[in-house]
């Protein structure tokens, strides 16, 4: 049972239930929402609130995770926001197996770093690849076409994106 | 020791000893291989012909949809939620779309729904089709991919008929569907619905009780039910290892609580009863689809929000105000409240969800396409784990990943 000390906030988004609890106790609050009965992860990404206008978010990332209880067939979503650079969240890839690839997804569009992963690499983009192209500083369409005959080498992303 | 063999294929000598005396051999499978239905490279691992190790390698077809449609409002990212699982493109739409009514909080006329399972069902059956198809070439019956194609190509001339498209229909859109169903296409429909259930006994009839088919599914590819729980495996590849999930009956949208059909599973586990689900969910697709053509009701096909959808063509002629909403909405979009909404659907290959940020304006902060293929392509090293190579392409089938679906 998810104890409520570690829940910062919670609340519900369109019909969707959501808590949102510090970044450090990420491990702890899904091993607690794991033993509720919410074992499948159904996915887990990040949001970029780079230049919101709004003001309501604390940081600039945030990671969510969507779980879903089978039995209940309930779903909620666990939010932390997390800043810095990399910014930096612990690993859930041992409570949830799926969470690999999207915690290596997530690495490789946001750089967002998932501390204990056993194999934190980029995986849809090319392994030489600058850049964590889904932030909202990454251009759309900054990048030459392979093939032209202009450019030296494809990769024209910012080096500091 | 790094040996190039011939057509792309590079084999490295590990110095593990494997349990056969010899070596330990890496193979790169792939990323071009036929059997990998796209662009898929396997590292895998060999002792002898038993694969020890196996690293899916993604990426080729990543096409950055989920950036691009950052950059387009939100009627226009229908366009491209279409194209990252290529074979099933209403699943796309409509998981973009449920998602939006969330958080624009509408709810579409009983017909549009009905309109919107009738094109699921379809694609659902197009898409086992070309799956059927494609494993049956595999796996030595090359004559299932003509019978395939032939329906396909009849799900196809629907496509078109209702939406302009036979293949990127882009016609479930937030508010409703792109047009009413045309007389024609009921007709075709009909008479869809009278033939598929021979078609399928069709294929029964070569592959069910094939020899060489049985021998090389049965057994290969074990994935426990509870493996296949832990390792977050959906759509067949949890029903065929005898998991009853399915979210038309576990968590019902656009009206499916309202249709009569069964989940269909098999307790077998391992690739033929994946093969047995998929049969069977076609033959369901079917059911569900003459009960949407008998009871489809009268009515709009899209909600009757100005702001949202564009007025019919008649209106522009008569009405100001009918103008001004078609210039603003393809001018400028429309806006969604600010939030965060997740749907998902029940596509052919598992969950399809997609998970939408809004920060109020008329772009999308974030569209995440949850795909089923992505997560379905994880418990591929244990179910080929000690298998010989070739089984390895059974296994690979039958996990139906689409490859732009895996890499979006």
């Known amino acids: 049972m998810i104890s409520d000390n570690l829940i910062l906030e919670r609340g519900v988004s369109a019909g969707d239930a959501w808590i949102a609890v510090a970044p450090e106790n990420v491990h702890m609050a899904l091993g607690a929402l794991k033993e509720e009965g919410y ?123 | 020791m790094t040996t190039e063999i011939g057509q792309g294929i590079t084999v490295t ?39 020890r190790r196996l690293k899916p390698v993604i990426g080729y077809l990543h096409t950055g949809i989920e950036k691009q449609a950052e950059a387009l409002r939100w009627q226009q990212v229908v366009v491209v939620t279409d194209r990252h699982d290529y074979l099933s493109p209403p699943f796309n739409n409509l998981s973009y779309a449920l998602a939006v009514e969330k958080l624009l909080g509408v709810e579409v006329p009983p017909r549009a729904n009905a309109l919107r ?68 296409f009921l007709e075709l429909l009909d008479r869809f619905c009278n033939q598929m259930p021979g078609n399928i006994d069709e294929y029964e009839a070569l592959l069910t009780m094939n020899p060489i088919f049985r021998s090389r599914t049965i057994g290969i590819g074990r994935l426990p039910a509870e493996d296949a729980k832990v390792l977050g495996a ?24 309202s249709y009569d059909f069964e989940v269909a599973t098999s307790d077998l586990c391992d690739c033929y009863g994946r093969y047995l689900v998929r049969i069977k969910e076609m ?3 079917v059911k569900i689809l003459r009960q949407a053509l008998d009871g489809l009701p009268d009515g709009p096909v899209n909600i009757d929000d100005r702001k949202v959808l564009p007025p019919p063509r008649e209106e522009l ?24 909404a997740y749907a998902a659907v029940e596509s052919g290959r598992g969950e399809n969800g997609c998970y939408v940020v809004s ?46 679906d895996v890499d979006r």
């Open chain 2, 283 to 285: 033959r369901e697709s």
């Open chain 2, 234 to 257: 959906t759509g067949p590849m949890l029903r065929g290892s005898g998991v009853p999930w399915d979210l038309r009956k576990s968590m019902p949208y656009s009206g499916y609580e």
């Open chain 1, 39 to 161: 074992r499948l992860l159904v996915f887990l990404t990040c949001v970029d609130h780079l230049a919101d206008s709004s003001g309501q978010f604390p940081a600039r990332f945030e990671v969510v995770y969507e779980l879903r209880n089978m039995e209940t067939r309930e779903l909620i979503r666990v939010r932390a926001f997390i800043d810095g650079d990399p910014p930096r969240i612990d690993s859930v890839h041992d409570l949830f197996p799926p969470a690999n690839w999207d915690e290596r997804e997530t690495f490789d569009m946001f750089g967002v770093v998932f501390a204990g992963h056993p194999d934190l690499t980029r995986i849809l983009m090319p392994d030489d690849w600058v850049g964590h192209p889904l932030r909202r500083d990454f251009p759309v369409g900054g990048e030459v076409v392979e093939f032209s005959e202009e450019h030296e080498t494809w990769q024209t992303a910012p080096e500091k994106a």
């Open chain 2, 317 to 340: 002629e008569t009405s100001m105000e009918a103008v001004i909403h078609h210039f603003k909405l393809f001018t400028e979009g429309y806006t969604v409240p600010a939030g965060d």
């Open chain 2, 117 to 184: 399972v009738i094109m699921c069902e379809l694609t659902r059956i197009s898409s086992h089709l070309v799956w059927l198809g494609t494993s049956g070439i595999e796996l030595g019956a090359s004559t299932m991919l003509m019978y395939c194609f032939r329906e396909r190509d009849t799900i196809l001339d629907m496509n078109e008929e209702i939406s302009g498209f036979r293949m990127h229909t882009s016609y479930i859109r937030p508010g409703g569907v792109m047009a009413d169903a045309t007389p024609r």
């Open chain 2, 13 to 51: 000598k590990t110095g593990e000893q494997g349990a056969f005396g010899g070596e330990l051999l890496t193979i790169n499978f792939g990323p071009h291989h036929p059997s990998t239905h796209g662009v898929l490279r396997l590292i895998v691992d060999l002792d002898g012909e038993q694969v």
């Open chain 2, 359 to 404: 920060d109020g304006t008329h772009k999308p902060r974030r569209v995440k396409f949850r795909s089923a293929s992505f997560v379905n392509l994880q418990p591929l090293e244990r179910m080929a784990m000690n298998h010989m190579v070739a089984d390895m392409v059974a296994i690979i089938g039958t996990a139906d990943a689409v490859l732009g």
